[in-house]
């Protein structure tokens, strides 16, 4: 998903101001829901936005309705190169259900989820009156990031791991915590097998690079794909991100910085579904969104390895040595305390209304 890192490189990031005071205000706190019924909606589906998406494609659309908003994936957005099966896509639209849910109930309307198969399948939240109940979970939707950097390598206590393992449990969905060093170097070697096969795919680069936004007012401009900065890259232009990209993005390069940042993290969270459909998928990616806003509101981090997943080949391998039968490993996060790293963008909510 989320899900891919952006072009290495070794300089700090010079995020535009104007741009991060842009990627700020896109994550204003709900403060009072407007009192029309079509503002509060629209206000509902900005916090459903900020959640994370496959290169950050914010590959869906919302249909609101009477009593209830449905989103539906937006195919235009697709990443057939780095997800074939539209795995990613579906768990996106998890993640983005998951924030409704939570912004939803703050403001005094219960969501329930569900599932349509029919057609390119959609999500439909339903939302009825109920007395608003505020969640640590929905106050730290605005400061959710997949934070691409370093952490400090510190381990994170008992009791914080069985918060995020709660959070992330849901249905036919369970996250394994690994937070074993032999365990994490041994997905380490996945991560980096993974990665090479996609670094040597020429079809994955092109498909990558169209969604990295390498400067600010690129960035800004556009509203989605995988801001530079974000992964600590310096912002430049265009031109001169892809020449860059040609010389620096190596697999030499991104498996060092992998293995750097595995071995500084705390634990690794592999999300499994007890089945490998389009519903589950969703429901994988509304356990990872909480565990994601459980972990923001514990000032822990977290960001996607996923390569272990991606690659087709890899990964019945990869779920081999996590024991998990012929059971399909839907995500691979790496979590630990860490720096901030500059924000990534949103379009803005009438982009995403159909």
């Known amino acids: 998903m989320i899900l891919s890192a952006a072009a290495s490189g070794t300089a700090a990031c010079s995020s535009n101001t104007d741009e991060q005071d842009i990627a700020r205000a896109l994550r204003r706190p709900i403060t009072a829901l407007p009192v029309d019924r ?45 997800d074939p099966d539209d795995h990613h896509l579906y768990v996106s639209l998890g993640c983005a259900a998951e ?18 198969p029919t057609g390119a399948g959609t999500v439909m939240v339903s939302l009825d009156a109920t007395k608003p109940t505020t969640s640590a979970l929905f106050q730290a939707i605005p400061q959710r ?28 969905v369970r996250v394994l915590l690994l937070t074993e060093r032999a365990v994490m170097e041994m997905v380490l070697e996945y991560v980096v097998s993974g990665n090479t096969a996609q670094m040597n795919d020429p079809a994955f680069i092109e498909e990558l690079t169209a969604w990295i936004r390498f400067g600010a007012d690129e960035a800004a401009r556009a509203g989605d794909g995988l801001f530079a900065g974000a992964s600590g890259n310096p912002a430049m232009p265009r031109w001169l991100g892809r020449r860059m990209m040609g010389l620096f993005f190596t697999p030499t390069s991104e498996n060092d910085r992998y293995a750097r940042q595995i071995r500084n993290s705390a634990g690794i969270a592999v999300f499994v579904g007890d089945v490998s459909d389009k519903a589950h998928w969703i429901e994988a990616g509304r356990c990872y ?4 806003l459980q972990a923001t509101a514990l000032g822990i981090r977290n960001a996607f390895v ?9 990964r019945p391998r990869f779920a081999s040595a996590l024991g998990l ?30």
């Open 145 to 172: 990031q997949c934070t691409r950097g370093d952490y400090d390598g510190r381990p994170i206590s008992n009791e914080e791991l069985h918060l995020l393992e709660r959070a992330g449990t849901g249905n036919g």
């Open 306 to 314: 996923n390569q272990p997943v991606e690659v087709g080949a890899i």
């Open 289 to 292: 969104e909480r565990f994601a």
């Open 38 to 82: 079509a503002g509060m909606m629209r206000e509902l589906v900005r916090y459903a936005t900020l959640a994370p998406s496959s290169h950050n494609t914010q590959c869906w659309t919302f249909h609101l309705q009477d009593g209830s908003i449905a989103i539906t994936p937006d195919l235009m957005r697709r990443c057939p190169s780095v």
């Open 99 to 116: 924030n409704l849910a939570h912004a939803a109930l703050a403001n005094g309307l219960q969501a329930v989820v569900r599932f349509d």
């Open 325 to 354: 039968g012929g059971k399909r490993p839907d995500l691979v996060v790496r979590f630990g305390r860490g720096p901030a790293m500059p924000l990534s963008m949103r379009r803005p909510v009438q982009a995403v209304l159909a």
